[in-house]
């Protein structure tokens, strides 16, 4: 049963909701926290190493804030996306409840 019809909702009573579906992520701890980035990310997305940083060519605050704002934005982007991905696992239910809405505001 992939996709649920509105006349087979009408024939029988809904006791319980479709269970979500299973995911399988073998390199996550959970599905819904999305693996850390690297902690050292420069302009072209390359892992800078820890000692390549030379106290005498500190960045300015300007470069600080700019790599901060482009490290986060992209932590923002997999937390979406992860919270997204766990999301579509209750795709069966959500539909299955829209449909039971839409008949009673007929």
Do not use: C, F
Request: proline residues 8%.
């Amino acid at each position: 049963m992939s996709e649920i019809e509105p006349s087979q909702i009408e024939l029988k009573v809904i006791a319980k909701l479709p269970p979500p579906s299973y995911y399988v992520d073998v390199n996550a701890t959970s599905m819904r926290i999305p693996q850390p980035l690297p902690k050292y990310i420069d302009e072209t997305n390359t892992l800078l190493p820890d000692e390549s940083k030379n106290v005498e060519e500190l960045p300015s605050k300007e470069d600080l804030l700019m790599g901060h704002l482009g490290r986060w934005s992209l932590i923002k982007r997999s937390w979406l996306h992860a919270a997204q991905k766990n999301e579509e696992r209750y795709l069966k239910s959500r539909k299955l409840l829209q449909l039971m809405y839409n008949r009673s505001q007929k």
